[in-house]
Structures are given as C-alpha cells and as structure tokens.
C-alpha cells in the first residue's frame, strides 16, 4: 500500500474537522509505508523501536503543521519532517561517545525539552526547561547551547557524521563565524550559545532579530551553508 494524494487529502480534512484521536490514528495508518521508509533508512543505528516511536511522533507533528493551502502534498511535508529522524541518531551517537554520566544528562535534556514542546506547542524557555528538568538555569543553558549546535548543523540533508560537535568547540567553527557578517554572527551566537552568549528559542529569535518563521529558517540554512561548504574545503 502507497500514500495517494486524494486520501492524504480525504483522511487529513476529516481528522481537520474532528481532531478526534480516533480520525488521527486513521491518517497515521495510511501515511505508515512513508514513516517506515525513513524508519529503514535509518535501520541498525539504533533500536527499531526507539526509530518507530520518533517517527510517528514527527508523523503528528507535521500533520499539526500541515498547511494545505502552502501546495505541498501532505506525504511530501511528512516525509520532509522525518528528516529529523538523523538528529535522533546523532544526538543518541553521540551521547554514547560521552561519559556515562553525560550521556544520561543528554538524554534526559532531549527527553524533557521534547515533552515540553509537546505540552505548550512551542519551544520551550530555558527557565520552563530548568523548572521541568528540576536543574539549575546554568545547567539547562549549557545542555541547550550543546543541543542547538547540534541541531543546526545537523538539520536537513547534513551529513552527521561529517561534523562531529564534542564539548569543546571544532576549530572550524571559530573560521565560519570569523567569516560571517555581523549580522549573522549575532544570530548564530543566540542560537547555539556560542561565546557564552544566551541562547534563545525560535520565538525569541524572532522576536530579537524582527523576522518571520520563513526567515529564520532561510538564515539558518545559509549558515549550514556555509559550514557545509566549509567542510568541503578542509577535505
């Protein structure tokens, strides 16, 4: 059985109308042969049932962000987002490079921010993290700063293992950043934290730099960019 277009369509208005568990579940089973190829893609990196359980949760997510009127299929803004699917391997990756002590801490950071999501529909601040986690703000910023390094270096197509964030900071790192404008170097400082600065949430970027969701995301592809082709010449 294949995703079709017209009962993407059919099952995500119904689901639209009634928000029911029940209508949801429905759409979730007919967009299964989509959630199990990038399940597949990703098959012996971790658990099959870690892999399953993320998928479907991005599965929901982008059926909540669905915006039929924006021309994009449905399966196609699924597919898109369960591209996310390689930061969980990466974040999972690297968690068990690191101590054991760490890595329980990067999984209870990534566990507890994606709760949190869940329940407000948005990002989270450091200060309602912290509350959550039960850690100091000093804690949470310094997991978040780790978190959102990772994260943007590795969104979209970027090839994880290509760039390896550790604890201390890649030398490349500090060549990009000297070879951003200004402007983007204080985008990415708020970020990723990088220099010590305060990382914020997308709201709050939005906020502080007067952009819309569209273009903080065109921005931060042009920085992936730009650490993509970074790597391509330190090769």
């Known amino acids: 059985m294949t995703s079709t277009k017209a009962e993407d369509v059919r099952l995500w208005q119904q689901w639209n109308r009634t928000k029911s568990d029940h209508d949801l579940q429905q759409l979730l089973n007919h967009l ?4 199990t190829q990038a399940v597949n893609r990703w098959g012996g990196t971790l658990a099959r049932s870690m892999l399953e359980t993320r998928a479907k949760a991005l599965a929901v997510e982008a059926i909540r962000t669905y915006d039929p009127n924006r021309g994009a299929a449905l399966a196609t803004h699924v597919t898109n987002q369960l591209q996310k699917l390689s930061r969980t391997v990466y974040t999972h990756t690297q968690a068990a490079r690191l101590p054991e002590h760490k890595a329980v801490s990067m999984t209870t950071f990534s566990v507890g921010q994606e709760q949190l999501n869940n329940e407000l529909g948005r990002e989270p601040t450091s200060s309602e993290l912290a509350d959550h986690l039960g850690w100091s703000n000093t804690r949470t910023e310094e997991f978040r700063r780790a ?7 590795t969104s979209g197509e970027f090839n994880p293992s290509a760039f390896p964030i550790a604890d201390t900071e890649d030398p490349i790192v500090g060549f990009v950043y000297y070879d951003m404008s200004p402007e983007h170097q204080q985008l990415f400082e708020h970020v990723t934290g990088y220099g010590g600065a305060e990382t914020l949430s997308n709201t709050e970027l939005m906020r502080k730099f007067k952009m819309t969701q569209g273009q903080l995301s065109y921005q931060k592809r042009k920085m992936k960019d730009l650490f993509e082709d970074a790597l391509k010449r330190k090769r």
Do not use: D, I, W
């Open 32 to 35: 299964q042969p989509v959630t």
């Open 147 to 153: 978190h959102n390094r990772r994260e943007l270096l």
